[in-house]
């Protein structure tokens, strides 16, 4: 048997002409459904985008000075009465010192766990040695002191800051404009008591 090949030959004369494509316009419907994809991917990039900034200025930017003396937020708000106080008789509000903060936190601690409430410790260390001792240097130093024995400790600030406007001598830290810098500390004794320390330097 013969084998025959199954290609077909082209008969003579006949030009193989390449078809001709014919371009169909974009639905308007499509388009639009492309737009909007597109519109969508574009968001949750920027979204995206914005997040992960967030997050590294979070864990790169420094700290606050706060943030660095763990202050509280009774701290904080001592510190903020103070300041209103201080506008209220025309003075510049008083610049947080993370120093002085420990400084102060660290009296009131002393003050709760000897039971006494004093500016000298029993061991005769003055506010200006307890500041000059960490190497902080001052030209003027002053220091405000409360106790406080009430079980309700959320309006404690204002105690505090009521408690030191009725004392000549400490309202007069307060508003002193020789005073440019502030730290607050707050501490518990085991009977409950509240100690508030605040000092003040220029």
Partial sequence: MNAKSATRRRPPGIRKVPAKVIRMPTPTVVRRRRAIKAGLGLLVLSILAAIIARFYLIYTAPPSPEKVSGLTEQETEI??????????????????????????????????????????????????????????????????????????????????????????????????????ETGVGIAQSA????????????
């Fill in 79 to 180: 510190l903020g009465l103070v300041n209103q106080e201080r506008a209220r008789a025309g003075q510049q509000p008083l610049k947080f010192s993370p120093r002085l903060a420990v400084i102060a936190r660290g009296h009131s601690y002393d003050m709760a766990i000897r039971h006494y409430l004093a500016h000298n410790s029993p061991d005769g260390v003055a506010p200006a040695d307890r500041i000059s001792g960490v190497g902080i240097g001052y030209r003027a130093v002053g220091e405000n002191i409360y106790m406080d024995e009430h079980a309700d400790s959320a309006d404690l600030p204002r105690r505090a800051m009521n408690g030191w406007l009725k004392s000549p001598a400490h309202h007069a830290n307060i508003i002193s404009g020789k005073f440019t």
């Fill in 191 to 202: 009977d409950g008591s509240t100690y508030v320390t605040q000092d003040f330097i220029r």
